[in-house]
């Protein structure tokens, strides 16, 4: 019987120390030690490919209505999200502008609510599909006075990009990126930008 209850206290003794030290490494937030969570590019994959191809408005397709019509292309972004405070954040808003071969041709973003855990750090996966007509109003209006400088077509630029996509020959990267973390009622915005590979 002696045995048994030792045995019981040893026990409690241990699960309490558990407890207790669960509870001493996790803090509540505030402003001198809530810490700005930081975002990453991991990597980037070209999740689907139909080649390149375009037809305009003058062709008759066999279904359907004529129009600009092209193939699309659909990245994936990966993230890294670290959390270096003791308790756990709140992401709930997250956009990026996407660059290609040096040119803004679109944005990304997940309104997705996430939870990241004290000292972890979570993935994301943030899918963007380009298509012509959208690339072709970015460049105009983004770089159009850059592509007249250098005397290049944004026919070429998109063809160079939609082409050499698979082999990843030009840099991809995102810019001017923010996402914002809760905790405790507090708010951080975190930028971030990056390039791949």
Not at 61 to 85: C, M, Q, R, W
Not at 133 to 143: D, F, K, N, T
Request: charged fraction near 15%.
């Amino acid at each position: 019987m002696h045995r048994k209850s030792i045995v019981l206290t040893l026990l409690s003794i241990f699960i309490m120390g558990v407890l207790l030290s669960g509870c001493a490494s996790t803090s509540k937030p505030s402003d001198s030690n809530f810490k700005t969570p930081v975002v990453t590019l991991d990597y980037v994959d070209v999740s689907h490919y139909f080649g390149w191809w375009y037809y305009g408005p003058k062709v008759k397709p066999t279904k359907g209505k004529a129009g600009h019509n092209s193939a699309p292309l659909d990245y994936s972004f990966v993230f890294n999200i670290e959390n270096p405070n003791s308790f756990p954040v709140q992401m709930d808003d997250f956009k990026f502008a996407c660059v290609l071969d040096g040119y803004e041709l679109n944005s990304g973003y997940s309104t997705e609510t996430m939870w990241i855990p004290a000292g972890k750090t979570n993935q994301l996966k943030v899918e963007v599909m380009y298509d012509f007509r959208g690339a072709q109003l970015s460049l105009l209006i983004v770089a159009g006075q850059e592509l007249k400088a250098k005397g290049v077509s944004f026919w070429d630029v998109i063809e160079k990009i939609w082409t050499q996509a698979p082999d990843f020959s030009f840099p991809v990267g995102v810019a001017q990126g923010s996402a914002v973390f809760k905790a405790g009622g507090l708010t951080k915005v975190a930028a971030f930008e990056g390039t791949y590979p």
